[in-house]
């Protein structure tokens, strides 16, 4: 069975569109490939009220893991870990843990140079400054640890939103427990492409082979004309297939059925299928 796993992404910087969400997009493929399933992606702003009814909105539905990326470095805008001490009813103080990396990462920038005297600063403990039973995750990237905290059976997972620090305390830290819970189950996804047919003609034929091929999810994508490089260049609608079981072959075996099925019904229809 997949795991029931949620993303809550953190900043102002993402509703008002100044920058792309490449980490939901990073974290979603990257937890669907570990076995997971990513049941909702939430953004909110840096707002300790907002932080915590939405943390709270999330633990009610009893996802597996909850992933959170911003807001958890020095500056007065980082509020996550604030609002994740409110959202779980606990008081806020120094891990000692936690500090003792941060201390560590100054020590390691006053070595190289980068620094010229180390000042354990407020901004820089704040850093450290846990919801009480969280544990720290070490950041091989950046200053600022992620964390990790257990409750209601949810698997609380806090990342910084810097996407290097973000990928790399996920594949350091996050990866494996995600790849341990999905046990043998992975995901699997293959797609083709089809020409010279609508997406309303390909509606019925996808639901028919989806019909058929119960453990096979079928998905239209369609590209506009600012997609083409060349006319005529792209397939103009790419069908996705895509399954979770727990053997390679057996996954070869479903979505080659249902990719050789909805290929001939589109040949049938008048169309054209082209695999790349």
Same mark, same amino acid.
């Given at each position: ?48 009220? #907002? ?19 911003? *807001? ?10 604030? *609002? ?68 209601? *059976? ?76 060349? #006319? ?38 008048? *169309? ?5």
């Amino acid at each position: 069975m997949a795991t029931p796993t949620e993303i809550m992404c953190v900043g102002n910087e993402l509703l008002i569109g100044k920058t792309l969400n490449t980490n939901a997009h990073w974290l979603a493929k990257r937890a669907t490939s570990l076995g997971a399933m990513v049941k909702r992606i939430t953004v909110v702003g840096d707002n300790v009220d #907002e932080i915590a009814a939405a943390l709270q909105e999330a633990l009610k539905r009893k996802p597996k893991f909850l992933i959170m990326t911003g *807001g958890l470095g020095p500056t007065f805008d980082d509020k996550t870990s604030e *609002g994740i001490a409110k959202g779980l009813r606990r008081k806020l103080k120094v891990n000692q843990k936690a500090l003792s990396m941060v201390k560590k990462k100054y020590e390691a920038y006053l070595a190289a140079g980068k620094m010229e005297r180390i000042e354990m600063t407020p901004s820089r403990i704040k850093m450290a400054t846990f919801p009480e039973g969280a544990e720290p995750l070490h950041n091989p990237v950046g200053t600022a640890p992620g964390m990790r905290a257990k409750t209601m *059976g949810t698997l609380l997972i806090a990342l910084p939103g810097v996407p290097p620090e973000m990928e790399a305390i996920f594949d350091e830290s996050v990866a494996g427990m995600l790849e341990k819970e999905a046990g043998k189950v992975s995901f699997y996804e293959a797609s083709t492409y089809a020409n010279h047919i609508m997406e309303s003609s390909l509606a019925p034929l996808i639901d028919k082979v989806m019909h058929d091929n119960p453990h096979v999810y079928v998905k239209s994508h369609v590209y506009t004309k600012s997609d083409f490089q060349t #006319e005529g260049q792209k397939p103009h609608i790419e069908l996705h297939f895509s399954t979770r079981v727990s053997n390679p072959k057996t996954a070869k075996s479903l979505l080659k059925n249902a990719m050789d099925q909805l290929s001939e019904l589109v040949r049938k229809n008048g *169309g054209k299928t082209e695999t790349r």
